[in-house]
């Protein structure tokens, strides 16, 4: 058993504490910081409010210091969301910090720049018409995605209504893959919509299999999520397909079942590395579609987005009017009051970059992913779930030996993520090591790379993930993959001590347990990918 087990760090730091004769024990948690001499600061109690203050230069650095115990950025590999912006962008979100996105009145340019770009995604993304399309911001692709369902919600509802129907026997019903994010499920399970979960597998690419789906379709279906950018493994799931078999079964049926899109990441990628592919508003049942600005959308965290093909398919029961913010305004989102800043940092990308240099970046993006996707491979160590450094199916003929490696057409599309698992052959002759190691031992070294399981009916495989965004450049890669092959050889040596791994379960800090729920505070995992992303 670890040593951890058997000691209490919070009683090991209070005893070891410089005391005061007459003081025998402490109750409260302090922090004492190496700056307290300079800048004469008492100890600051961590989970109560301090009598007094400390002055605002003691205060930064004392809190600026705390911090640096935090991960690089440039090196968490696990997350979608993005981390650099030009300082130009810094300075206007700082000038604009202040305002509040909501009250229209007292910024009404503000709110002529978060309609433009409304109306720029709806373009993006193909709508009939960009004027009759209808969006609002939000704080991510969460609370879009909980807007897209509502609305699906409140017109099977009107519709069930209509047709002398009941709306709660047996109730409402949403399909997805098992692949979902936690977002998806959230919606689901917080306005009590039955969830249908469909299995993946293999030969299914890891996402969302259409025709399995229509197994789980019927009269109290209010929709379908469909994902262009499956979080475990960057795979696009085939909304034209899923859209289709769902044209058969209404013209079969007569009961319509609408698509939302969840394009959290794949929004600011498809458009702009392969505009031929549709999955957008092209798609006529494609009804409402959300996406991060914060992840490709290359914005600090804190603004996603929700668009609806037309103004009926958003129901009007779900737009408030306001009249006492000083004139008539509008809202229909979760959050009421929200900071300007992220949309004003959205629109800067927008005007910044344009078309063009979203695309460059995307397709760099792509590139770079394929270029650890294979070196991972031809390391004989791995085995690479994701597909976008495989040939487009299709592409090469009989006569062909070849394809135009630099043209992401001539791949199959998807998000610039790298999924990858040991290979067999590494498994059969490293039996006693464990795919989490590699986890460990890479963060040592910096680099932040999830070791997690599949969905459902592949939860016994585990994988781990890269998510390749605009600051992994080629050198990174390289720096990556070296760590790796390092990594996993030394794992592989027979006088390794790997038995030493297995007591690695994270950090071990004194503050650990505070707050912190115990294992089993939560309800059981329904198979949604839960963790950070």
């Not at 976008?388 to 998807?414: C, F, K, M, N, W």
């Not at 590494?426 to 039996?431: A, D, G, L, S, V």
Request: with cysteine.
């Amino acid at each position: 058993m670890a040593l951890s087990k058997h000691l209490n760090p919070d009683q090991l730091i209070q005893s070891a504490k410089d005391h005061k004769s007459h003081v025998h024990s402490s109750t409260n948690h302090q922090a004492v910081h190496a700056y307290g001499g300079r800048y004469g600061t008492e100890p600051i109690p961590k989970y109560k409010l301090p009598s007094k203050g400390v002055d605002a230069d003691s205060t930064y650095q004392l809190i600026h210091d705390e911090l640096s115990l935090d991960g690089c950025p440039a090196l968490n590999l696990a997350s979608f969301v993005h981390t650099w912006m030009p300082k130009q962008a810094d300075q206007l979100m700082m000038e604009n910090i202040s305002k509040n996105l909501i009250d229209q009145d007292e910024y009404p340019m503000t709110q002529v720049i978060h309609t433009r770009c409304v109306s720029i995604l709806a373009d993006l993304w193909h709508a009939p018409s960009s004027h009759q399309a209808i969006g609002t911001a939000t704080t991510g692709s969460s609370e879009a995605i909980q807007l897209g369902g509502l609305a699906m919600k409140r017109i099977w509802q009107e519709k069930r209504k209509a047709a002398g129907k009941s709306i709660h026997e047996p109730g409402p019903n949403i399909i997805m893959g098992a692949n979902a994010q936690v977002a998806l499920e959230k919606f689901a399970r917080y306005f009590d919509v039955e969830m249908r979960l469909v299995p993946i597998s293999k030969e299914s690419h890891y996402r969302l299999d259409p025709k399995k789906a229509m197994e789980y379709v019927d009269e109290n279906t209010i929709g379908v999520y469909v994902i262009l950018g499956s979080t475990y493994t960057g795979h696009y799931e085939p909304v034209k397909e899923m859209a289709a078999l769902l044209d058969e079964y209404e013209a079969r049926t007569g009961h319509s079942v609408p698509i939302h899109v969840d394009a959290a990441s794949g929004g600011f990628i498809a458009p702009f590395a392969t505009p031929k592919l549709e999955w957008d508003f092209r798609i006529p049942r494609v009804v409402s579609i959300n996406t991060s600005g914060h992840k490709f959308g290359l914005s600090y965290v804190g603004v996603g987005w929700v668009v609806w093909r037309s103004k009926k398919f958003l129901p009007t029961d779900l737009i408030f009017e306001l009249h006492y913010l000083g004139s008539v305004e509008y809202s229909f989102s979760l959050n009421f009051s929200r900071p300007a800043h992220p949309i004003i940092a959205q629109y800067f990308n927008f005007v910044h970059l344009g078309f063009e240099g979203y695309r460059n970046v995307a397709l760099q993006d792509l590139k770079n992913a394929r270029l650890l996707s294979r070196a991972l491979e031809k390391s004989g160590l791995f085995t690479v779930l994701s597909d976008i450094h495989r040939p487009e199916e299709g592409l090469l003929t009989a006569a062909q030996v070849s394809i135009d490696e630099e043209s992401v057409e001539s791949y199959v599309p998807g998000l610039p993520v790298v999924s990858f698992k040991f290979s067999d052959q590494f498994r059969e002759k490293n039996p006693d090591v464990q795919q989490k190691w590699v986890q460990v031992l890479l963060r040592a070294k910096g680099w932040i790379v999830p070791n997690y399981e599949l969905a459902p009916d592949l939860q016994s495989v585990e994988i781990l993930r890269v998510v390749v965004r605009e600051n992994a450049t080629a050198t990174m890669i390289d720096r990556l993959v070296a760590d790796i092959v390092e990594v996993v050889e030394s794992l592989a040596k027979q006088d390794s001590p790997v038995h030493a791994l297995a007591a690695l379960n994270g950090r071990k800090t004194v503050e650990g347990h505070h707050g912190r729920l115990e294992e089993g505070s939560g309800s059981k995992p329904s198979g949604t990918y839960a963790k950070q992303c």
